[in-house]
C-alpha cells in the first residue's frame, strides 16, 4: 500500500465514502517559490493523519489551506464536502467553525485569560449563556489538565500549558477536523508525551479527524493512521508507518530511521 | 540616484494606494452589519478613555504657554483684556485639535501599531481567522470606529483643560477671577469656531487608525517588524494629520467663512 513517488497522490478513503479533506492538484507558490506542487490528497473521517517533512516542504502551508487562511493559486480544497477554496464570508466562517487549529506556538490572545481564550470560539458561535459557557470552558481546559488556570493570563503559562490552552481552544466547538501544527515544536519531551497523549486521547474518542504536522517520528507512529511524507511541495511517500518503514526512497528510509528514538 | 530616488516615490505611491484601499475597506465595513459593539466599546476605553488623563494634562500646558505668549504679544498693544479670547480662539479653531491629533497619533497609534503587529506576528489574527472570526472586522473596524468617536471628545476635553491652563496663568499674573476670564473667552467664540474644528479630528482620529492598523496587519520580520510597524504608525500618522489638516482647514474656510474671519 506504500506508495512513493515523484507524482501527486490522490487515495480513496477506506470506506469509499466522502473524504474528510481532499485536496484536489493544488498548487501555491510564494514568489518564484512554488511550496505546494500540484498536490492531491484525502482523508477519511476520524483518521489520525500525520504530514511529515523536512522544514520548508510546505507542511504547514498546506494546514492553512484546509482552513482556508491561504489560497491556492490553482486547485481545490474541500472539507466535509464544502470547497473552502472557493468561499468567503459567512459560508467560509461556517465551515471554519467545524475546524479546530492548534498553532505552531499556540497563538492564545494575550489580552484575555486563558478561560477566555476557550470560551472565545463559544461567545462568538454559540447562544449559550455565559454561565453555560463558562462551564463549558471549564470542562476543555480540566481535559487538558488546566482546570486551576481559567484565570490566569496567557503570558504567565508555561509553553507546554499554553499549547494545551491552545487544544483547548481549538476543541472549544467539537470540530470535526482538528488540525495540529507541530505539537511537539519548543516542548521537552516529557511535555512533548504529554501532547501527544492528550491527541492520542482524543482521536481514540473517535468522531474527530486528526491532521497533524510533526517532525517528531514516535509521534507520528503514534498518531497517524497514515502518514505522508512531502518533499519539493509533492507527495513523496504515503501509507501506515510500517509501509513507510518498509520504503526503497533513501530520503524516506532517513527519515523514518534518523529519528527512531525521538 | 535617480533611479533609486524612482523607485522610492513609486514605493511610497504603492503604499499609500494600499492604504487607501484599506481605509476604504473600513469606512464600508464600518456601516455593515454585524457590528462589534462590545469590541468597540473595548477599544473607546483602551484607546479613549486610556488617553484622557494625557491629553488634559497637555492642554494644561499648552493652556498656560499659549496664555504666557499672547501676553507678551497683547501687552504690546495694551490689549491684555483680550488674552482669554484670543486664547480661547486659537485653542478651539488650530492648537487645540491639532496637539490633541499629534499627541494621540503618538500614543494611540504607537500601540495599535505594536499591538497588531505583535498579534500578526505571533498568529493572533490568524488565529482569529482560524475561530471564523473576521480579524479586519473584529480589530481594524472597531479601532477605526473608537478612534473616530474618541478624538473630538478627547478635543473637547484638551480644549477645556487648555482654557482651565490659561486661566490658572493669568489668574496668577493679575489675579483675574474665573466667571471673567471665560466671559472674556467665550465672547467671541461660537459655534462656527468650535464645531468644524471639533469635527475635523474625527478624521485625525480615522487616519491614526487606519495607517496604524494598516501597519500592524501587514507586519513581517517578528519583533523586528513589531518595532518598525510602531515607528512607523507614529511617523505616517502625524505626517498624515499634518497634511490634511492643511486641506482641512481650507476646507472650513470654503465653507464656512466666518471661522476664516470673514
Redesign the interface.
Known sequence: MSQTMAAPVTRQTAAGGDPAVRLDHVTKAFGTRKVLDDLSLDVAPGCGFVILGRSGTGKSVLL?HI???VRPDSGRVFVGGSEVSALAGPE???V??S?G?L???A????SISVGENVA??MR??TRLGDAEIRERAQQKLAAVGLDREYTKMPAALSGGMRKRAGLA?AMALDPAVLLVDEPSAGLDPITSDEIDSLLFELKGQGGTTIIVVTHNIPSARRLGDELVMLHEGRILAQGTAAELDRSDNEMVQAFMQSQHSG | MLERAGRLVVSLLAAAGDVSIFGFRAIRELFTPPYELRETVRQLFELGLRSAPLIAVSGMAVGVVLSMHTRASLERFGAESMIPAGLAIALVRETGPLTCGLLLSGRIGAGIGAELG?MRV???I?????????AFRYLVVTRVAACIIALPILTTIMNFAGMIGGFLAETTTTGMPLPLYFNRAFSIVDLTDYVPATVKTMVFGFIIATISSYLGFTTESGTEGVGRASTRAVVFSSIGIIVANVVLVRLIFFIFPKAAGG
Open positions: 492553512r482552513i482556508g487562511l467560509l466562517s461556517k471554519r467553525q475546524i487549529f498553532f505552531q506556538n497563538a492564545l490572545f494575550d472565545f470560539p462568538r458561535h481552544r | 505583535a505571533t498568529e493572533q490568524d488565529a482569529l481567522e482560524a475561530s471564523a472570526v473576521d
